[in-house]
């Protein structure tokens, strides 16, 4: 399974909390189980993770399950990247880990969740923080490509706005993609 290990700061602002938790290995057996029984794949294995929570809801994780949502577009990424969405940074901070990233541009609506996380990653100078949600942000520069992750979970009702996304953005990335796109396609149209 893959990790991600990161090292945040735990805390609260407004409605966001970040902070740790931990999966038991009888709480991953009883996970892993349920996902095989249901067909998925989004397996956890036990150890201590950093959660991202609004209300009480966890919003974002680094479980294994978590990293592999995003892997296939860590490994491709290259170039300048824009991200919509800071969550944890999880994505950022591997990207930071690639000597052919030259520069992210992340795009996060919430001055909470910039405070809670942001501090861990501005240190790179490659890294630029925009306060402002991702519908409204116009890019002043191209990007090699864009990944977009907004949304708290998958329904499919999620797939038009990734839609949107895609196109507008299309005329400033060289491709783009978005947290688990084709099962919220899946989802929207019902196959």
């Not at 895609?166 to 990335?173: A, I």
Request: net charge negative; proline share 4%; with cysteine.
């Amino acid at each position: 399974m893959r990790k991600v290990e990161l090292n945040l700061p735990t805390g609260v602002s407004g409605d966001w909390e970040l902070k740790k938790f931990t999966i038991t290995p009888e709480g991953e057996k009883m996970h892993n189980l349920g996902e095989m029984i249901n067909g998925r794949n989004r397996f956890i294995e036990a150890g201590e993770y950093y959660g991202l929570y609004c209300d009480g809801k966890i919003i974002m994780s680094n479980t294994p399950a978590e990293v592999n949502d995003h892997y296939k577009f860590i490994q491709k990424a290259q170039g300048k990247v824009l991200i919509g969405g800071l969550g944890l940074g999880m994505v950022l901070k591997c990207l930071l880990d690639k000597n052919d990233v030259t520069k992210v541009v992340v795009v996060e609506q919430s001055p909470d969740v910039i405070k809670l996380v942001a501090s861990s990653y501005t240190n790179d100078p490659r890294v630029e923080i925009v306060n402002e949600s991702i519908f409204e942000y116009k890019p002043n520069e191209k990007f090699d490509c864009a990944w977009f992750d907004i949304w708290d979970d998958i329904s499919g009702e999620e797939y038009p706005e990734m839609k949107r996304l895609h196109r507008r953005f299309g005329r400033y990335v060289g491709w783009s993609d978005s947290w688990c796109r084709n099962q919220s396609r899946r989802m929207y149209y019902g196959s």
